[in-house]
């Protein structure tokens, strides 16, 4: 594989912008390896709309600095990454499984370019998974006492493994606002897509007694307001009469666990771009 360099880029759309990039690209002889962008418009038909971009394009030296001052100048926000970097990820898990095997065999596969750091968890169920893979494991207890110290102890845990990505593999406790802010748009949760119904304790007996039909999952970035961050990816599996509450469950189970990996997959790809409007640009 050529080393290369990923840009994601935003700014207000006018001519001249993909040409001032790709010109500065072929100025240093980096060639564009793929190219995606998109232009978003509001309803003001007068409004030149917002240019989304995302490059793959191969390293030459000095093009970095040169791309970070070109792009500065127009006033255009922007990110590079090193194609040869993987993220670093913490998987906080509680009882359940399923999402967070998921993650960690994708992961440990070389499905997409990441590495699992540390699993910390409020219950030893899933230590044994991280043993095998000689993970790092941390139980910390969380009870309304005790929470502000355990996430000072988790926060200090991701800076001792410099961890870049956060996710929550089922983790069944609430963030602070604290905790979350030191991490914006790098912590990512998943959860049943029967939102803002069926809250509360057991949704799938919650979905099983009003007859759903489709059962899906949401993967998104944790912001200070409870599930409702920047959805990243959805997906929705069908069902009928003729499930009961634990295949129902079953069948949440599968669409969680998928969701959450792709949802992990196209951020460590560099494939998101959050909006100012909270939504997000998934190339």
Known sequence: MKDKY???ASCSDRVGITSLITELMAEYQSNILHLDHFTEYDNNEDSNGKLYLRFEFEKAPGLKEALSSALSDNQIEYSIFDGNEKTKIALFVSKEDHAFNEVLLRVQRGEFP?????VVSNHTN??????????PFYHIPVNKDSKSAAESKMIEICKEHNV???VLAKYMQILSDDFVSHYPNQIINIHHSFLPSFIGANPYKQAWDRGVKIVGATGHYVTSDLDEGPIIDQDVTRINHRYNVKALRKKGRHVESRVLANAVELHVQHKVIVTEGNKTIVF
Do not use: P
């Open 114 to 118: 990441a590495e699992i750091v540390c």
């Open 126 to 135: 899933n230590k044994h998974f991280a043993d095998a893979f000689n993970i």
């Open 164 to 166: 870049d990505l956060i």
């Open 6 to 8: 990923i840009l994601l």
